[in-house]
């Protein structure tokens, strides 16, 4: 009788414990238990001799990557949503398919960009400060005190009407806010039914108009930037900006412009250009009450990890037994 061998998979991050203890009963899984990033050589190295790579959204997987890996690595399972980290049309030209981990982080991420949505105009970060970062500051209740803005009756403008942005306008819908949205393409009649949503398929026009502005699209060639230092000019200085997506659909640099310059409220920001590289003047800016600042963190929940990590091995065993992996990732998608 002959054993069948295991297929070998090369995971750069560390996962969940349980997460870790299956793959390994299924795979022969190299994991990371120290979690320490891989470098571009290690990840070369890796794609040399497994079947399989998961990578995360921290690893670049570029085409000078994809195009040295061994011939028998057939299928990069990510574990993340967003694939902006790889490059699926090289992957694709090599025959490599591409799968990734959708709708198990819709929720936590919709939960946290409303976190967002409701901390800046109503200075929840500043006013937990007062407390623990200045004690005695506090002399008690005041009328005119910490005065933020109010958010029910304000009009919201998502951009990127799909799997999150669905749902945070869901929330902003409970929370008062009228619905306005813009995307590649209109949402079903019912779901706009639903959210009374109103849809704007000039996005300039829509920004002009909303009190806040909800980035949840991804990042591809067609959104870097989207929101331009033209596109935010065309923003009104009482407006608010929340980006749970990835940090260069929008132009950083003019943001920061903005915000200096009082053309703009504030922004709640959990995605960075640079990341881990936070500019220094947006720390700045959240210390003066401007931003509140999360290190990308929208999706972290102990649920959404373990569901993550099924979801990556559902997608690794279904490609290994032959069938089409339920999360592949098309190019030019
Ligand atoms: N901060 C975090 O921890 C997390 C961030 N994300 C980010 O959120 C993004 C969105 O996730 P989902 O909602 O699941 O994706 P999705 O694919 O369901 O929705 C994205 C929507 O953006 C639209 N879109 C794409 N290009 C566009 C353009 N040029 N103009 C207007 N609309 C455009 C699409 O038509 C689609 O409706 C991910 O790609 C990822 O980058 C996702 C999970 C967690
Ligand atoms: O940003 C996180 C993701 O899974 O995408």
Redesign the pocket.
């Known amino acids: 009788m002959t054993t069948k061998k295991k297929t070998k998979v090369y995971i750069t991050r560390k996962l969940p414990d349980a997460v870790e203890t299956r793959m390994r009963e299924l795979f022969d899984a190299e994991l990371n238990i120290d979690d320490t990033p891989r470098s571009a050589a290690q990840l070369a190295a890796a794609m040399k001799s497994a079947d399989v790579l998961v990578p995360t959204v921290t690893d670049r997987i570029d085409a000078a990557l994809i195009d040295e890996a061994g011939p028998q690595l057939k299928l990069i399972a990510s574990f993340s949503?967003?694939t902006?980290h790889i490059d699926v049309e090289a992957a694709a030209r090599k025959g490599i398919t591409v799968t990734n981990t959708?709708n198990v982080?819709?929720e936590d991420?919709a939960d946290m960009t409303m976190a967002l949505i409701l901390a800046v105009p109503r200075r929840l970060g500043e006013g937990a400060r007062v407390l623990t970062d200045r004690p005695g500051e506090w002399a008690g209740w005041s009328p005119t005190w910490m005065l933020g803005r109010r958010i029910h009756g304000k009009r919201i403008g998502i951009?990127?009407?799909?799997?999150?942005?669905t749902a945070v306008a869901r929330r902003a819908k409970a929370f008062g806010l009228s619905i306005h949205y813009?995307?590649?393409?209109r949402v079903t009649a019912t779901t706009e039914d639903e959210l009374e949503a109103t849809y704007w398929e000039s996005?300039d026009q829509m920004l002009a108009r909303v009190d806040i502005v909800s980035v949840?699209?991804?990042?591809?060639p067609?959104?870097f930037h989207?929101l331009s230092a033209r596109r935010l000019a065309l923003l009104q200085p009482t407006a608010y900006l929340v980006n749970?997506?990835?940090g260069d659909v929008i132009d950083e640099a003019a943001l920061i412009k903005s915000l200096r310059e009082g053309k703009l409220a504030g922004a709640g920001l959990?995605?960075f250009e640079n990341e881990p590289a936070v500019n220094p003047k947006l720390i700045k800016l959240a210390n003066e009450g401007k931003v509140v600042l999360l290190p990308?963190?929208?999706?972290?929940t102990i649920e959404g990890r373990i569901d993550m990590g099924d979801k990556v091995i559902i997608n690794i065993r279904a490609f290994m037994d032959g069938h089409r992996p339920p999360n592949r990732v098309l190019p030019g998608r």
Request: proline share 5%.
């Open positions: 949503n967003g902006d959708p982080l819709t991420t951009v990127g009407m799909g799997r999150i942005g813009h995307n590649r393409k996005l949840n699209c991804p990042s591809t067609a959104t989207l749970t997506a990835r959990d995605v990308h963190m929208s999706s972290a």
